[in-house]
T-cell receptor
Framework: DAKTTQPPSMDCAEGRAANLPCNHS???????VYWYRQIHSQGPQYIIH???NNETNEMASLIITEDRKSSTLILPHATLRDTAVYYC???????????FGAGTTVTVRA | EPEVTQTPSHQVTQMGQEVILRCVPI?????FYWYRQILGQKVEFLVS????????KSEIFDDQFSVERPDGSNFTLKIRSTKLEDSAMYFC???????????FGPGTRLTVT
């Protein structure tokens, strides 16, 4: 029941921006886009979420296309500690359980 | 910054034994969750809990599993008779209220031998 599609892996240079794509072409009007990450089998860590508008917080920016069928998570200045599996999750507003996919394994290289 | 905590960090048990995994959610949070992650696989939802009752459970959460909030601070997951396939990382998560994100604990690694 995968609702999102992410590339399995990507590399990024330390200090550069990391742009993580996610496709969610079947997203409904009441579904949010959430991003979590998991660093080496630790508990998933919330990054950011959005519905329609672009969002920014201290960790990242989330760019959602106008048709909402895809989004991009931007880590503005990647560090080695950002090496993790990043999960893009679509969640219905009324259903709070999170359905994790395989995510994107991001490796930040010095 | 408040955190979800879990104990123990690693639990080893023999098949058929009962285990209790413990979680202390963030203090003003009202919604609680358990997830598990078998080694090399996806994080899977097990159960959600609110107002002292289960809100939703997955197919994985069968009669061998139970959850409890025995006091105002702890949230526990009990597996009555462990099986080899219960070996996994178990993550507790909590959420304050409507619209809020879930915060996860560091996990308990359960190894059933």
């Amino acid at each position: 029941d995968a609702k999102t599609t992410q590339p399995p892996s990507m590399d990024c240079a330390e200090g550069r921006a990391a742009n993580l794509p996610c496709n969610h072409s079947t997203i409904s009007g009441n579904e949010y886009v959430y991003w979590y990450r998991q660093i080496h089998s630790q508990g998933p860590q919330y990054i950011i979420h959005g519905l329609k508008n672009n969002e920014t917080n201290e960790m990242a920016s989330l760019i959602i296309t106008e048709d909402r069928k895809s989004s991009t998570l931007i880590l503005p200045h990647a560090t080695l500690r950002d090496t993790a599996v990043y999960y893009c999750i679509v969640r219905v507003a009324s259903d709070y359980k999170l359905s994790f996919g395989a995510g994107t394994t991001v490796t930040v290289r010095a | 910054e408040p955190e979800v905590t879990q104990t123990p960090s690693h639990q080893v048990t023999q098949m058929g034994q009962e285990v209790i995994l413990r979680c202390v959610p963030i203090s003003n949070h009202l919604y609680f969750y358990w997830y598990r992650q078998i080694l090399g696989q996806k994080v899977e939802f097990l159960v959600s809990f609110y107002n002292n009752e289960i809100s939703e459970k997955s197919e994985i959460f069968d009669d061998q599993f139970s959850v409890e909030r025995p006091d105002g601070s702890n949230f526990t997951l009990k597996i009555r008779s462990t099986k080899l396939e219960d070996s996994a990382m178990y993550f507790c998560a909590s959420r304050r209220g409507l619209g809020d994100e879930q915060y996860f604990g560091p996990g308990t690694r359960l190894t059933v031998t």
